[in-house]
């Protein structure tokens, strides 16, 4: 949710001009750090409305945890450490369903370099 702090303009502007063209959505991981990062009551109840407008994909449950630990290892034995297991779970979300990622964290490079997830480059 790089565009709510205005971190990265490329994908920001991405995300701006293809939202009425093709569906986005988010992770329940995702959601509760964006609104874990609203400073008061009024910008919680703000952006959780605009976030709501999106599906929300739930990450959560053994098999996508056991998919995403051994995604991790894959990646491990080949030379590449993900930092996050967060990044994991979501990385392994999309392979799972075949969805894009909007996402510049370098973890996900791992997981498009040597598993074939789809990263949005704009």
């Known amino acids: 949710m790089d565009r709510l702090s205005a971190r990265s303009a490329e994908q920001g502007d991405y995300f701006d001009r ?17 609104l874990q990062g609203t400073g008061d009551q009024k910008t919680f109840t703000r952006v959780l409305h605009e976030l709501r ?4 994909f739930e990450t959560g449950g053994e098999e996508l945890a056991i998919e995403a630990a051994q995604a991790f290892r894959s990646l491990r034995q080949r ?3 993900v930092r996050k297991t967060i990044h994991c ?13 909007l996402d510049r964290n370098r973890d996900y490079d791992h997981f498009e370099d040597l598993l074939g997830l789809a990263v949005i480059h704009p």
Do not use: Y
Not at 89 to 101: D, F, K, N, P, Y
């Open 18 to 34: 293809e939202r009425l063209l093709q569906c986005f959505g988010l992770t329940d991981l995702i959601l509760c750090g964006t």
């Open 53 to 56: 407008r999106f599906e929300i």
């Open 79 to 81: 030379g590449r450490t």
């Open 89 to 101: 779970l979501i990385a392994t979300l999309c392979l799972r369903h075949g969805h894009r990622l």
